[in-house]
């Protein structure tokens, strides 16, 4: 397993994390997952096995029970890996459990470290992103829990580019615990994260944690164009993070599955192994129904695409840039510096 550093933060994370959103099985998230604990205990050994240090919760997945089955499986192990939980969405029927307010943070955090079973949280990430709440609120707040040691890192997720930067802006300028990861959607069916939030963390010195790979499932290799989508499937139940552009995203299939025949893997793993091999990338959050899908995806650790690999799938891949990149691309390449020009193929 490869390990890269997180953000600025000088620890050390597997370039594969596990996320257990799978875990639990209750309302919504029934159609990701229905993990138990004696399963999940297996799921954690096979990614201990494989060299993974970072596991990936929220407080939100199936009311809190997806933490309670990872402090549970976790054991012994809790002090050999990091863990990452989120907060910010509803919990609970009260008007104020939910967002990013001082009381709202404060509840949640001693709620995932109870379910946690655990006395702090290694990566403590904003799930989403809190208008009605002023930004130096939610900074102090996070900044105490730190201090208190409760919490080691903060991070966000689902952010927009202009979000993130403020936040970042405020931490610093009142000398407060900046944000040192974002989590966020990446695949090759969804590559908008390269236009302004690569060039900003790779700047900024924020980790990437890239979430959804497989784009839900689609580029696993179950979906041909034309025909109906497998039962009982996560994308048939809930249907495609994003937009996918459906003649790119068949095209860009194919080409992946060209590219995994001629490895003898899966194209689940080529898939994983492109966005691990972006730049900015800290580690990619992979999650399973089952051990075989697990066993398959942390597979991916083991190899990388060749520099002609990522080539192919980048030019199959690539939507047409919006402005004002297009404008860049046309007029202005010779005075971008990297990484934006690296967006500008």
Same mark, same amino acid.
């Given at each position: 397993?490869?390990?890269?550093?997180?953000?600025?933060?000088?620890?050390?994370?597997?370039?594969?994390?596990?996320?257990?959103? /799978?875990?639990?099985?209750?309302?919504?998230?029934?159609?990701?997952?229905?993990?138990?604990?004696?399963?999940?205990?297996?799921?954690?050994?096979?990614?201990?096995?494989?060299?993974?240090?970072?596991?990936?919760?929220?407080?939100?997945?199936?009311?809190?029970?997806?933490?309670?089955?990872?402090?549970?499986?976790?054991?012994?192990?809790? $002090?050999?890996?990091?863990?990452?939980?989120?907060?910010?969405?509803?919990?609970?029927?009260?008007?104020?459990?939910?967002?990013?307010?001082?009381?709202?943070?404060?509840?949640?955090?001693?709620?995932?470290?109870? %379910?946690?079973?655990?006395? %702090?949280? $290694?990566?403590?990430?904003?799930?989403?992103? &809190?208008?009605?709440?002023?930004?130096?609120? *939610?900074?102090?707040?996070? &900044? $105490?829990?730190?201090?208190?040691?409760?919490?080691?890192?903060?991070?966000? *997720?689902?952010?927009?580019?202009?979000?993130?930067?403020?936040?970042?802006?405020?931490?610093?300028?009142?000398?407060? /615990?900046?944000?040192?990861?974002?989590?966020?959607?990446?695949?090759?069916?969804?590559?908008?994260?390269?236009?302004?939030?690569?060039?900003?963390?790779? &700047?900024?010195?924020?980790?990437?944690?890239?979430?959804? +790979?497989?784009?839900?499932?689609?580029?696993?290799?179950?979906?041909?164009?034309?025909?109906? &989508? +497998? +039962?009982?499937?996560?994308?048939?139940?809930?249907?495609?993070?994003?937009?996918?552009?459906?003649?790119?995203?068949?095209?860009?299939?194919?080409?992946?599955?060209?590219?995994?025949?001629?490895?003898?893997?899966?194209?689940?793993?080529?898939?994983?192994?492109?966005?691990?091999?972006?730049?900015?990338?800290?580690?990619?959050?992979?999650?399973?129904?089952?051990?075989?899908?697990?066993?398959?995806?942390?597979?991916?650790?083991?190899?990388?695409?060749?520099?002609?690999?990522?080539?192919?799938? $980048?030019?199959?891949?690539?939507?047409?840039?919006?402005?004002?990149?297009?404008?860049?691309?046309?007029?202005? *390449?010779?005075?971008?510096?990297?990484?934006?020009?690296?967006?500008?193929?």
């Amino acid at each position: 397993m490869e390990f890269r550093f997180l953000g600025r933060t000088g620890v050390q994370v597997s370039a594969i994390a596990f996320g257990t959103m /799978t875990f639990g099985g209750l309302g919504r998230f029934q159609h990701c997952g229905t993990v138990g604990e004696e399963e999940a205990s297996r799921h954690i050994r096979l990614c201990l096995d494989a060299g993974v240090n970072l596991f990936d919760t929220a407080d939100v997945y199936s009311q809190g029970r997806s933490e309670e089955i990872l402090g549970q499986a976790l054991g012994r192990h809790r $002090d050999d890996i990091l863990v990452a939980t989120k907060m910010h969405c509803a919990i609970g029927p009260g008007v104020n459990d939910i967002g990013q307010s001082r009381y709202h943070i404060v509840r949640a955090c001693e709620a995932s470290l109870r %379910r946690l079973n655990t006395d %702090r949280i $290694d990566l403590y990430q904003m799930h989403g992103y &809190d208008g009605h709440t002023d930004v130096m609120e *939610t900074l102090r707040a996070l &900044d $105490d829990l730190v201090r208190s040691g409760k919490v080691r890192y903060v991070g966000c *997720t689902e952010f927009s580019a202009w979000h993130l930067m403020k936040a970042l802006g405020l931490a610093d300028s009142a000398h407060l /615990t900046r944000f040192a990861a974002l989590q966020s959607y990446y695949s090759l069916a969804g590559r908008e994260l390269e236009y302004e939030f690569v060039p900003l963390c790779l &700047d900024q010195g924020v980790g990437i944690l890239a979430w959804s +790979p497989l784009a839900g499932g689609f580029l696993t290799g179950k979906y041909r164009a034309g025909q109906p &989508d +497998p +039962p009982n499937t996560r994308r048939r139940n809930m249907g495609d993070p994003g937009t996918i552009d459906q003649a790119r995203g068949y095209e860009t299939i194919e080409v992946l599955e060209a590219i995994a025949a001629e490895r003898g893997v899966s194209a689940a793993q080529a898939a994983i192994n492109y966005v691990r091999g972006k730049p900015g990338v800290t580690s990619v959050v992979i999650g399973a129904r089952n051990e075989d899908q697990l066993a398959d995806d942390l597979a991916a650790a083991q190899w990388s695409l060749s520099a002609g690999e990522m080539d192919r799938l $980048d030019k199959v891949s690539q939507a047409p840039l919006p402005y004002p990149y297009w404008n860049q691309q046309r007029f202005n *390449t010779g005075r971008m510096s990297w990484p934006e020009a690296a967006v500008m193929r």
